[in-house]
């Protein structure tokens, strides 16, 4: 791989598709408008001003790797190390422009199959050197961030050659991936058969298959699907202890549930290796379509009739006022002012846009249509729908847009039962606002539950030259302890635990979880050599 490109790879969300997706003037005067002057951006930096430190393995250890995977797969030169340092936050791509403070793992290991991924591990083991399993490297919350914790040395374990569809069992409804697969590749090869993960979350485009079971992914369309947890149907893993596999059945009642302590373990018990995932027919057509409702409390009402009626779509989104607001303005044009004219027009003053999304024949469409139509919902028709399809994914480019203009941004999520919904929304609101100067607050709820939803929070500020860092993080604290105070919510619903949620793990599960969690982390990793301070372990 080229220095350079592999170091770019981690400086921007998609820069081999062209880089940021640049905002129109119009957006540009609307925001500043809104969060205030900017101040001049600072670039990615190049591979030149980062002060890379000597790879710290020691030579019996590299020896080892090199027995385990062969000399060309374990690389230690500057730039692969770069590539795989850290994940794709906020506050990891402002350390790729204000260089400084980045982990950088003593060498990169790219094992071929799950056996040399064991074998890797136990070398590790044998030299007591930390791994971290790197799969897109897209987590948000320090998840793949190289912390050595005690040991000497750490490598990142890098899973992209473990690529393959291993088997389809159509009658079963069943495939085997190994867990580096990438969304779009675990689509192609579904596709051949017929087939369809129906797993699409932001990250799709990089994100893999191990890492969405790793951190317990949700997908934009896990009202129809499930979240992916739900489609894991059994994992094989590589752990110091030895091979681990689970999921033999459907359904079992042989005590506790192994399979959904290894998903969601985040690398701190094993690697894992192969995931087993339920799979759907791909469906003939799909249908996006959009409504607009009256406020934020009447949108929630209505997604939540939907959900506890059982007429949710595959996809279910419902985006606030100031979201909706933002939406409208990175739009512009003639189409957004007959939008407003025409919700004007039917006393619609605080819009909150709401996206359907239907996979195949959607029986429950017309049902859901009727208790829109009777809470009121002005249909916008397919147009909005097949918009949001269109750019369903490119957050993060515009993500890397305004950094580049010099814009704090950055997202937060959580979950709650409906009861407690508009607390959590007020008082997360209410801590962002208290923490940035003049930030847009905006909020959606993408997955929603019998018992209550997700809520998705995205901030833009203008950035502080002088303290990027610790503005962000004073934000992301005060937004983290609102959640988590009094047990609002879980401090995460998606994005996982990683290094930056952990200091609120325990108020969630309590001393007894984390008691369990260090039990299953000494019986899988009784070295500790596996993902060194990730979970809180």
Partial sequence: MNDTADHRLRSAWTPEAGGAA?????????????????SPAAPAAPASAFVVPPSRLPAAARAALVDAVGAGHVLDGESERLGRAGGMSY???????????????DAVVV???PDEVQRVVDACVAHDVGVVPFGGGTSVVGGVAALRGDKAA???????????????DRTSRLAVFQAGVRGPDAQRLLAAHGLTLGHVPQSFERATLGGFAATRSAGQASSGYGRFEDMVQGVRLATPSGPWRLGVAPASAAGPNLRALAVGSEGTLGVITEVTVRVRPSPERERYEGFVLRGWQHATEVVRALAQNGLLADVTRVSDVDETEVTLALKGGFATKALRRYLAARRVHEPCLLI????GPAPQRARALRLLKAAGAVPLGRAPGEAWRHGRFSGPRQRDALLDLGVC????ETATHWSRLRELYDEVRVALHGALDRPVVMCHISHAYETGASLYFTVLAARDPHDPFGQW??????ASEAISERGRGTITHHHAVGVDHAPYLRAEIGDV????????KQAADPKGVLNPGKLGL
């Fill in 91 to 105: 506050l990891d791509l402002l350390r790729r422009r204000y260089p400084g403070g980045l982990a950088v793992p």
């Fill in 111 to 113: 094992p071929g199959d």
């Fill in 154 to 168: 750490v490598i990142a374990l890098d899973l992209e050659r473990l690529d393959r569809l291993v088997s389809v």
């Fill in 22 to 38: 640049a905002l129109p003037p119009h957006a540009v005067r609307w925001l500043t408008r809104r969060i205030g002057p900017l």
């Fill in 473 to 478: 993080e004073r934000a992301k604290r005060a």
């Fill in 356 to 359: 359907l999304g239907w996979h």
């Fill in 513 to 520: 979880g984390v008691s369990v969690l260090a039990a299953a």
């Fill in 409 to 412: 941004v950055e997202t937060l």
